[in-house]
């Protein structure tokens, strides 16, 4: 199978308006006519259901949790991205653009990207509408900050709750529209199948996760805003819950997975604490604004910083490193998030980590303090200190705050087209599910942008165009495939509760997490990736024979939900594997260590790797079949990132 990206012809700027004048329409009274189904209600999900249902479809949306207030994507702290330039400092759609694709280390499409920047002003206008309460300045008019990658400050935000105020936006949206009865919302609703008739997707297969009623539904399209697979590592600042269940089981059913490896470690998290831990706690890349990162120059400062014979305010001005301002000038504090993170962790590897474990650097505020005080500080940043001080115990506007590099993002995930469709037809991919836009790294404050890009502005154009060419004759749940879907998720079930050995999965999932980031993390190698390969084979065959799973079907059973998910997991552990084994360089936050300049920044190879990777499931055990999408650069000359 070919890959088509439909990236449409013609000059950047006008593809996605000329792409919208040639998509096919739905007039309005048909679009009644249409059934269709949204898994996820986090921002992406939210957001397209909301506007699909306000255009006229008929809408179902499905989430685990009881509400869907309770998405990972309240999580966002720091902001959304948009080029509106109110600060008049030399923003544009196309620096977003350009900040992007160069963030992204050149590994995303141009068109894609263009769009995102080119929609993400509407946004802005969208939410306001909403009534989400952006952080305002003295006049009156909306604030700005910065975030890494970025020479502007283009970041709108709601103190470092923000993706909590925008969900209560696309939530209040969402609720106008199950109250005018145009959505059905199933809450505490996992979707375990897509079911497909003559190779689209026609509906999904669901567990009620109160009672453990298995049920089928139909529509004319399936869209999947499930979010992302951080939690493969075990620890991450994602939510407990997050997984990749849905998008696993709709790869398995024909839809190709793009770039698995590419994952996002974020440089300013709280520094873990041992193996009790079930979760890490970010401190948002807003901090950097202000905050300035630094190790003690020598290892002998770093020692006794470690034995807790000195504070960190004792370190004399001269015996500090303020590492990225001296290697970095131009960016200083904000240099994107892989380069931050990898920098943090040589600091460590030569002995001048800081904290009980040694695996930390700082984050000072002392300087912002006494430039602007200490209200301002707490104004601006407030919640987040409390956060630090709840979990640490310490007080960061005494002392500065110790942040070492976690798991946070996943810029891979399922591939799609220009139109958000997965290479099954009928099946689409939003928000952080999909491996759209961010490339090899994640700018700080762009999920959030293409989450809602995606599900405000992107899919109610695209998804018309599919309707249109189908037509809108009925689907239901009577088709053949519906049953014999179901039967395989029964009987999948059924195994899994089989499952009557003497190791929890939880444990499988923190011995996975081990793997993942000793050798699929931060820097990877041949050796280690081989290495990874074969001890999660062996952990994948021991789980099926010793892991115990709890309970029944017909209740509330966890041990059976968290089974299935990291069993996925696990699968999925594999191919990231072979996909950063396959990616022979580095970029962005896929880190080869033997594809590294003089500096040791990452080096690229575009001559063979200017490609997204999609692959193919070819059945279980089997290798999967790796697609290249050939990377066209026509705006943006290929060049080694430079940030100093
Ligand atoms: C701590 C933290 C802070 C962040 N801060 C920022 C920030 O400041 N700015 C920024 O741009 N980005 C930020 N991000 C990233 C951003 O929050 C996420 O990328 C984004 O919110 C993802 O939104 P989503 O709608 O794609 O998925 P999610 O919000 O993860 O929603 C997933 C939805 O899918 C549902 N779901 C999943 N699987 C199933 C299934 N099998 N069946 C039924 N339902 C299912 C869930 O119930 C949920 O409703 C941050 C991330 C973290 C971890």
């Avoid at 502005?457 to 004759?473: R, S």
């Avoid at 088709?479 to 929890?504: Q, S, W």
């Avoid at 280690?528 to 509330?556: M, P, Q, R, S």
């Avoid at 059973?557 to 069993?567: D, F, M, T, V, W």
Wanted: charge should be neutral.
């Amino acid at each position: 199978m070919s890959l088509d990206a439909k990236i449409p012809e013609g000059p950047l700027a006008q593809k996605w308006s000329k792409h919208k004048f040639d998509l096919k329409l739905v007039n309005p009274a048909n679009k009644r006519k249409y059934d269709i189904i949204v898994v996820g209600t986090g921002l992406a999900g939210a957001a397209a259901a909301a506007s699909l249902a306000e255009l006229g479809y008929n809408v179902k949306a499905f989430c685990f949790q009881d509400s869907p207030r309770r998405a990972h994507s309240i999580a966002a702290q720091g902001g959304i991205n948009a080029a509106k330039n109110y600060q008049n400092d030399g923003d544009s759609v196309f620096r977003l653009f350009y900040d992007t694709i160069k963030g992204g280390d050149y590994r995303a499409r141009e068109g894609n990207v263009y769009r995102l920047a080119e929609v993400s002003v509407n946004i802005i206008d969208q939410c306001v509408a909403q009534g989400v309460p952006f952080a305002r300045e003295y006049g009156g008019l909306l604030d700005n900050r910065s975030f890494g990658g970025s020479q502007v400050s283009r970041t709108f935000y709601a103190r470092g709750q923000t993706g909590q105020q925008l969900l209560l936006g696309a939530y209040s949206a969402l609720n106008r529209q199950i109250h005018a009865g145009k959505v059905k919302m199933y809450t505490r609703t996992e979707m375990l199948d897509v079911v497909t008739i003559d190779g689209h997707a026609k509906g999904i297969v669901t567990r009620n996760m109160i009672t453990g009623s298995i049920d089928t539904h139909a529509g004319h399209a399936v869209l999947l805003c499930t979010g992302g697979y951080s939690n493969v590592f075990y620890l991450s600042t994602n939510a407990i819950g997050s997984n990749v269940t849905a998008a696993w089981r709709a790869h398995k059913r024909g839809a190709f997975f793009g770039n698995p490896c590419y994952t996002q470690i974020h440089p300013t998290c709280i520094p873990v604490t041992g193996d009790h831990q079930s979760k890490l706690t970010l401190m948002s890349e807003s901090l950097r604004n202000d905050g300035r990162v630094w190790a003690p120059k020598t290892v002998e400062i770093a020692e006794q910083l470690r034995k807790g014979s000195i504070k960190a305010d004792q370190v004399k001005e001269d015996d500090r490193d303020y590492f990225l301002e001296r290697k970095y000038p131009a960016f200083g504090n904000l240099v994107p998030r892989d380069v931050a993170s990898r920098n943090a962790k040589e600091m460590v590897a030569e002995g001048k980590g800081v904290g009980g474990s040694g695996f930390a650097v700082f984050l000072d505020f002392a300087d912002a303090i006494k430039r602007l005080g200490e209200d301002t500080v707490r104004a601006k940043y407030g919640n987040l200190f409390d956060m630090y001080i709840q979990i640490t115990d310490e007080n960061p506007y005494k002392q500065p705050m110790r942040i070492y590099p976690a798991v946070h993002y996943t810029m891979g995930g399922l591939w799609v087209d220009y139109n958000l469709s997965t290479t099954v037809p009928g099946l689409y991919a939003l928000g952080e599910c999909n491996f759209s836009d961010h490339g090899a790294n994640r700018l700080g404050a762009s999920a959030l942008m293409q989450g809602l890009s995606d599900g405000y502005f992107v899919i109610p154009y695209t998804l018309g165009d599919y309707l249109a060419k189908i037509g809108p004759k009925k689907v239901d749940t009577t088709h053949p495939a519906f049953e014999a879907t179901k039967k395989d998720v029964v009987t999948y079930i059924n195994k899994l509760l089989a499952l009557k050995g003497n190791k929890t999965v939880n444990e499988y999932h923190r011995e996975l997490g081990h793997i993942m980031w000793e050798y699929c993390g931060m820097a990877r190698t041949a050796e280690g990736l081989t290495k990874a390969k074969g001890l999660i084979k062996a952990l994948k065959a021991d789980f099926w024979v010793n892991a115990i799973v709890t309970g029944e079907n017909e209740e509330v059973n966890a041990s059976l939900e968290r089974a299935g998910r990291i069993a996925d997991f696990i699968e999925l552990g594999e191919l990231m594997v072979d996909d950063a084994l396959m990616r022979n360089e580095s970029c962005g936050g896929h880190f080869r260590v033997e594809s590294q300049t003089p500096d040791g920044e990452a080096l690229r190879d575009d001559e063979n790797f200017a490609f997204v990777a999609a692959w193919e499931f070819k059945g279980e055990n089997q290798p999967e079949e790796l697609h290249k999408e050939q990377l066209v650069f026509e705006a943006v000359h290929l060049s080694q990132r430079n940030y100093a």
